[in-house]
Nanobody, 120 residues
């Protein structure tokens, strides 16, 4: 089995910072891309940021210049550094991993979600 464990969410004031982490464990041959999504009530889940195995990153326009995604391949962990947080960033954030298992098939995994609340 494969497990994704997220941490780092919480309550922060506008303009503040948070760092999300997502650690992947289990029977995985290789991790291809890793990313963070968020979903507000009544809305579709949207990509926040992603990073490939080679380190190429992609960001939603709404977070460019404020958020930074990184990964530690040795620890199978992806991070999302969120700076200059705004109230509209408030929602649940989900870790996403595209991985290849030892059967050589590709799989898509989601974390359980971590809530970020930006409020004064």
């Amino acid at each position: 089995q494969v497990h994704l464990v997220e941490s780092g969410g919480g309550l922060v004031q506008p303009g503040g910072s948070l760092r999300l982490s997502c650690a992947v464990s289990g029977s995985i041959f290789s991790i291809l891309s890793m990313g963070w999504y968020r979903q507000a009530p009544g809305k579709e889940r949207e990509l926040v940021a992603s990073i490939t195995s080679s380190g190429r990153t992609n960001y939603a326009d709404s977070v460019k210049g404020r958020f930074a995604i990184s990964r530690d391949n040795a620890k199978n962990t992806v991070y999302l550094q969120m700076n200059s947080l705004k109230p509209e960033d408030t929602t649940v954030y989900y870790c996403n991993v595209h991985a290849q298992r030892y059967d050589l098939n590709l799989y898509n995994y989601w974390g359980q979600g971590t809530r970020v609340t930006v409020s004064s």
